[in-house]
Structure formats: structure tokens, C-alpha cells
């Protein structure tokens, strides 16, 4: 006979309910699998994605490089980049089985060892172009952070002026700032560049700001009597900031770019500043019967510029979550 199952009583019921629940053990996890950690902001989820990616570790590795080679150029060379010997070295042929000695990438026609010249040249760039980064960075920031916040008749204002700027070429007005100094050093070039370059980072962060102004965050902090020096800084600036990096980041190599493209004019670095833009220039004039004196600060020029783009752009994929 099949059992029939019994019909809780009441009594049932209401004794079962005063019985002490058994606690679970303490190692013991749900079905689901071990609980959740804290989550990850952005940043951290984006340095964790960064780990992962090649082209960030290559980059990464490349401009560690320059960045040593900037600071300490007397770690790879001992020879001046500026004596030379015309008896014995003129446009003399890469001896490519003598790795990092002065005749390793050949001589140029003043007898000068192109791998020293390589080497002290780093410096000028990055100098230049990290400062010229620096300026624009905080420059542009400054003004899309008050234009987007306020908006109004500031926004008009500052964006106009944003607007005038940008209709300047760059390198045309470069040219015309720097033509008026007699002395053109790594301060002037990087002040004439900057002075075109931060309407982009200004842009960037006048559209991001509109956007993390409305968050309810910023809306709550406003309610409960904060500031706007408080709000500006303590909410809208550290969730604004990450478009911008990404733009810097990318425009950084541009600027290095715009720097040899003004040296290779003549119009930036000059004698007895070393410049791999001057050096590509003073090369020319000799690429038939010795390519070499063109062709390895071409290299150079062109490696940094694209280790540069390629940390930008693996950066813009990991702070964008639309990308992911």
C-alpha cells in the first residue's frame, strides 16, 4: 500500500518554527560557488586588463627605454655625439658586428658616430614632449572642466576661445611663434606647441564633464551643501579624467613628431642641440651615397612615436567599456 503522505497540523507547523536552525559549517560555501570579492573600480579593472595585452607590455617596455636613455644617456655611450673626425670617419658604413660601440651605426659627413647622436638626441624629444603633454594636459583641463560645469555664458565664452585656437594650423603657427625668437631651446619649442595643442584635451574634457555632472552622485553631493571647489575635485575630476589620459597619451607622440618636423624645417633644436629631426634633415643631403645617416634616426623617430600610439591606444581600450 502506497504511503500517503500526512497533512501538517498546526502543531506541526508552529513546532517545527521553534526549532533552532542548524548553522552551516564555516568552510562551507553556497551552491553557487565561493562568494563574490569586493568589485574593482575602474582603474583597477583597466590595469587588469593591461596585464594581459601585448601591445601595452611592448609599448610599455619600449618607452621604459627611452625614458632611461633620456635620463642617463651616459649608460650607452661615452663618446660625444658632437666631436668629429673627417679624416677618418667621414660618412664611414654601419659596422652593424660591433653592437653599441660609436661605429656601430656609421658616421655622418662631419664625422660624428650616429649611434651617440641617437642616443643624446632622445633626450630633446622626450623632454619636449613630455612637457609639452604636461602643459596641455593641465591647461585643457582646466578650461573643459569650468566650461562644462557651469555652462552658460562661460561655456560660450571659453569655448570660443577654444574655437579660435583651433582654427590656427598647428605647425604653421608653431613656425610663425618660433621664427620671432632668436634662441629656440626644449622650453620655447615646448611653450610654442603648447599654446596650439591643449584645444583637443579641452574639448575632450568639456563633453566628459557635461556627461558626469548629471550622475547622482555629483547631484547628492550638491544637495547635502558641498562646495564647487569639492565637487570639482573630489567627484567630477577623478570620474571625468580617464577620456583625457587617453587623448594625452595618444597626442604625446604627435608632439615628438611636431618637434622633429620643426628641427628637420629648421625652425626648432639647432646646433649644438642634438635632435633627431636635425639629424633626418642634415641626412638628405647625403641619402644617395650614405642612407644610413637618414635612415637610423628615422628609425628612432619613428619607434617612439609608435610605442607612444600603441600604450595610448591600449589604454583607450581598457578604460572604454564600450570597447570591451
Avoid: C
Wanted: charged share 15%; no cysteine; glycine share 8%.
Amino acid at each position: 500500500m502506497p504511503d500517503v503522505p500526512m497533512k501538517a497540523t498546526p502543531e506541526a507547523a508552529s513546532l517545527k518554527a521553534t526549532q533552532p536552525a542548524v548553522p552551516a559549517p564555516i568552510d562551507a560555501q553556497p551552491e553557487s560557488g565561493p562568494a563574490p570579492g569586493k568589485p574593482r573600480s575602474l582603474w583597477s579593472d583597466a590595469w587588469h586588463d593591461l596585464r594581459r595585452k601585448p601591445s601595452f607590455l611592448i609599448s610599455a617596455g619600449l618607452i621604459l627605454l627611452f625614458l632611461t636613455i633620456a635620463a642617463f644617456p651616459g649608460l650607452f655611450t661615452d663618446m660625444s655625439p658632437r666631436d668629429g673626425d673627417l679624416t677618418q670617419f667621414y660618412l664611414q658604413k654601419p659596422q652593424l658586428t660591433h653592437f653599441f660601440a660609436p661605429e656601430w651605426l656609421g658616421y655622418d659627413a662631419q664625422g660624428r658616430s650616429i649611434y651617440a647622436r641617437i642616443i643624446h638626441g632622445t633626450r630633446a624629444s622626450i623632454i619636449i614632449g613630455l612637457t609639452v603633454t604636461a602643459i596641455v594636459f593641465v591647461l585643457g583641463s582646466l578650461v573643459g572642466m569650468l566650461a562644462g560645469y557651469f555652462g552658460g555664458w562661460v561655456d560660450t565664452v571659453l569655448s570660443r576661445i577654444v574655437d579660435t585656437f583651433m582654427g590656427i594650423p598647428f605647425l604653421l603657427g608653431a613656425m610663425v611663434i618660433l621664427v620671432s625668437f632668436d634662441v629656440r631651446g626644449p622650453l620655447v619649442i615646448s611653450l610654442a606647441l603648447a599654446v596650439l595643442g591643449w584645444t583637443t584635451i579641452a574639448r575632450v574634457m568639456r563633453g566628459s564633464v557635461i556627461q558626469v555632472k548629471q550622475a547622482d552622485y555629483v547631484q547628492a553631493a550638491r544637495s547635502l551643501g558641498a562646495g564647487t571647489s569639492r565637487i570639482l575635485l573630489r567627484h567630477i575630476l577623478p570620474n571625468a579624467i580617464a577620456p583625457v589620459i587617453v587623448v594625452a597619451m595618444i597626442a604625446l607622440g604627435g608632439y615628438i613628431s611636431a618637434e622633429a618636423t620643426l628641427s628637420y624645417l629648421g625652425i626648432g633644436l639647432a646646433d649644438p642641440a642634438v635632435s633627431w629631426g636635425g639629424d633626418i634633415n642634415f641626412g638628405k643631403d647625403s641619402i644617395r651615397v650614405a642612407s644610413h645617416v637618414l635612415i637610423f634616426p628615422s628609425i628612432m623617430l619613428s619607434t617612439t612615436i609608435l610605442a607612444f600610439l600603441m600604450m595610448g591606444d591600449a589604454v583607450r581600450d581598457a578604460l572604454d567599456p564600450k570597447l570591451r
